[in-house]
C-alpha cells in the first residue's frame, strides 16, 4: 500500500489549464477503475471532484474532468479560477477492500 | 442534509487506547459503505479503514492493521474505531467518510469535520 505518486505542486494563470498526474501500479490505478479526486482548502474537509476515474458529481463544475492510462490517472482543471486554488488528492482502491491515496497536489493560481 | 460527527480523540500516551465515533444523520444509514481516513499534521490524506453496509466486508491500511477495529452499529447510525496500541506516528485528524455505495470501495461523497488525536507522553 505504497502512496501513489502526485507532483508536489501545479501552477497555472487564470484561464489556463492545469493537469495532475496519480501514478500507482498495476494493483491499484491500473487494475481497477475506481480512481476518485479530492479537492481540499486549507482548514477544511476534502471535497469529491471526481469518481470512477472520470464521473464527476453533481454540482462540481465541468471544468474539472478525469481520465486513466495504465498505471496513471490524471485530473484537469481548465479554465484555471482562483477558487481553485488548493490540494488536491487522487484516491485508488487496491484490491482487498483497501484503497491508497496519492501523496497530494497543491495548485497555485497565479 | 446529511452530517457525519466525529468524537473521542484527545491526547493519549503511546501504547493506551481510544475509540472513535461518528453519528451518522441524513441519510439512510444502513445502505452505505463508511470509511475512516486521517491526516496527519500538515500532510496529505492516509486512507484508514472502510466497512461495508452490513459489516461483511472490512479492509485496513496495513499501518494499522492489527491495532485498529472498524465496526459499526446499524441500530444507532454510528461508525467506530477502536484503536490500541496507539503509536506516535498515529497522531493525526481522523475522518469519518461516507461511500456512494454499500461496498467497500474508496470513493468518498460525504466527509465529517474530523476528530484529532495526538499519541504523546
Known amino acids: 500500500q505504497s502512496a501513489l505518486t502526485q507532483p508536489r505542486s501545479v501552477s497555472g494563470s487564470p484561464g489556463q489549464s492545469v493537469t495532475i498526474s496519480c501514478t500507482g501500479t498495476s494493483s491499484d490505478v491500473g487494475g481497477y477503475n475506481y480512481v476518485s479526486w479530492y479537492q481540499q482548502h486549507p482548514g477544511k474537509a476534502p471535497k469529491l471532484m471526481i469518481y ?19 498505471n496513471t490517472a490524471s485530473l484537469t482543471i481548465s479554465g484555471l479560477q482562483a477558487e481553485d486554488e488548493a490540494d488536491y488528492y487522487c484516491c485508488s482502491y487496491a484490491g482487498s477492500y483497501t484503497g491508497v491515496f496519492g501523496t497530494g497536489t497543491k495548485v497555485t493560481v497565479l | 442534509e446529511v452530517q457525519l460527527v466525529e468524537s473521542g480523540g484527545g491526547l493519549v500516551q503511546p501504547g493506551r487506547s481510544l475509540r472513535l465515533s461518528c453519528a451518522a444523520s441524513g441519510f439512510t444509514f444502513d445502505d452505505y459503505a463508511m470509511h475512516w481516513v486521517r491526516q496527519a499534521p500538515g500532510k496529505g490524506l492516509e486512507w484508514v479503514s472502510g466497512i461495508s453496509w452490513n459489516s461483511g466486508s472490512i479492509g485496513y491500511a496495513d499501518s494499522v492493521k492489527g491495532r485498529f477495529t472498524i465496526s459499526r452499529d446499524n441500530a444507532k447510525n454510528s461508525l467506530y474505531l477502536q484503536m490500541n496500541s496507539l503509536r506516535a506516528e498515529d497522531t493525526a485528524l481522523y475522518y469519518c467518510a461516507k461511500a456512494p455505495l454499500g461496498v467497500v470501495i474508496p470513493h468518498f461523497d460525504y466527509w465529517g469535520q474530523g476528530t484529532l488525536v495526538t499519541v504523546s507522553s
Open chain 1, 52 to 70: 470512477d476515474v472520470s464521473k464527476r458529481p453533481s454540482g462540481v463544475p465541468d471544468r474539472f474532468s478525469g481520465s486513466k492510462s495504465g
